[in-house]
């Protein structure tokens, strides 16, 4: 016998005017679980674009915003939490050697942010803002996270660190008690 629960809750309001074009992803939750949390189970995103005096929105599956676990050495397990997030084990696991899309839950709330906090392993640090490229070297886990754009999407790598010295931007982040 099937199940009448719904796969995904509804999204936060898709705002329809000119200063919302382009594309927006929203993180969809399949329900919440006292024992697991919020389970991000799929995200989409919502195109707006101004046509002739109109506005369009369409619908699709997936995002340009897109986290991937290449650190095949150090072989640490990744995830990623939206920022704006009213619970705070709502997280996305990325596993080696994928590329997962994530969205935000509230993507047009506030001041329209794309932070993130990034969980590798028991360290936790957040970035601000992912659509800025950056590049944060983690000498006591021997990786690199980095954001880049990569035609149209954005791109949140974690990546075996090679050694290389340049450092200006790298960091000994302390591990962080947490799940």
């Known amino acids: ?23 927006t992803p929203f993180a969809l939750t399949r329900g919440e679980s006292a024992a697991r949390g919020t389970a991000i189970s799929e995200v989409w995103s919502a195109e707006v674009a101004p046509s002739r005096g109109a506005l369009s929105v369409t619908f699709r599956r997936g995002s340009d915003f897109v986290a991937s676990n290449k650190a095949l ?20 696991a990325v596993p080696l050697e994928t590329e997962v899309p994530y969205g935000w839950f509230r993507p047009f709330h506030g001041e329209r942010q794309r932070g993130v906090e990034v969980i590798i392993g028991r360290t936790r640090f957040v970035i601000d803002d992912v659509r800025r490229s950056m590049r944060r070297v983690f000498h006591n886990l021997n990786v690199v996270v980095s954001v880049t754009r990569v035609g149209t999407r954005t791109l949140l790598m974690l990546e075996d660190h090679d050694g290389s010295s ?14």
Do not use: H, Y
Not at 5 to 18: G, N, Q, R, T, Y
Not at 76 to 89: E, G, I, K, N
Not at 166 to 179: E, T, Y
């Open 73 to 92: 050495r150090a072989k640490l397990q990744m995830s990623v939490r939206p920022s704006f997030s009213d619970d705070a084990t709502a997280q996305i």
């Open 1 to 23: 016998a099937g199940s009448n629960e719904p796969l995904c809750k509804w999204s936060s309001l898709v705002i329809c005017e000119d200063g919302a074009a382009g594309s």
């Open 166 to 179: 340049w450092s200006r931007q790298s960091v000994n982040a302390p591990a962080a008690a947490g799940d």
